[in-house]
């Protein structure tokens, strides 16, 4: 009789703190459902400044960098477009690109790739006199642009 009553004590003890543990779960979970709701707008947001799997999406990047190289009267070329693997769900796109023209063109279009409205990061840079008149000036930029696997 007595070791049955340990066994009960026991044994509803064990689904006393299994009931805990479940209990601690849920609370989690709903801690982060209402994050997940404060933060929708948020993450929107941030989602607008990263690239989608398909092509139109860097299709239409590729479209504005070239308007605003033709806004800056420059003559501007992609000289390649390449992705890095990660392991991660996001990859950074590689977009290098050469634009000629007048100083503050050139150098003015270096600002205008770093306010794209994507997650971008600009590596290499380099601007130098191309030739003897002011419009000889070449820059080369090299832009990493954060997309979606």
Same mark, same amino acid.
């Given at each position: 009789?007595?070791?049955?009553?340990?066994?009960?004590?026991?044994?509803?003890?064990?689904?006393?703190?299994?009931?805990?543990?479940?209990?601690?779960?849920?609370?989690?979970?709903?801690?982060?459902?209402?994050?997940?709701? #404060?933060?929708? #707008?948020?993450?929107?947001?941030?989602?607008?400044?990263?690239?989608?799997?398909?092509?139109? #999406?860097?299709?239409?990047?590729?479209?504005?960098?070239?308007?605003?190289?033709?806004?800056?009267?420059?003559?501007?070329?992609?000289?390649?477009?390449?992705?890095?693997?990660?392991?991660?769900?996001?990859?950074?796109?590689?977009?290098?690109?050469?634009?000629?023209?007048?100083?503050?063109?050139?150098?003015?279009?270096?600002?205008?790739?770093?306010?794209l409205p994507y997650?971008?990061?600009?590596?290499?840079?380099?601007?130098?006199?191309?030739g003897e008149a002011?419009?000889?000036?070449?820059?080369?930029?090299?832009?990493?642009?954060?997309?979606?696997?």
């Amino acid at each position: 009789m007595c070791a049955g009553m340990v066994y009960l004590i026991i044994k509803e003890r064990a689904e006393y703190a299994e009931w805990n543990t479940k209990r601690a779960e849920i609370k989690a979970i709903e801690s982060s459902l209402v994050i997940l709701e #404060d933060t929708v #707008d948020e993450r929107k947001s941030l989602m607008k400044r990263i690239l989608r799997k398909d092509n139109d #999406d860097v299709i239409t990047l590729l479209t504005l960098i070239e308007e605003l190289g033709k806004e800056q009267q420059l003559l501007l070329s992609t000289k390649s477009l390449s992705e890095t693997t990660t392991s991660g769900a996001y990859e950074p796109l590689t977009i290098n690109l050469e634009a000629e023209g007048k100083y503050d063109s050139v150098v003015h279009m270096l600002k205008l790739l770093e306010q794209l409205p994507y997650q971008v990061t600009i590596g290499k840079v380099q601007i130098m006199k191309n030739g003897e008149a002011d419009a000889d000036w070449k820059g080369t930029y090299e832009v990493k642009v954060t997309k979606i696997k």
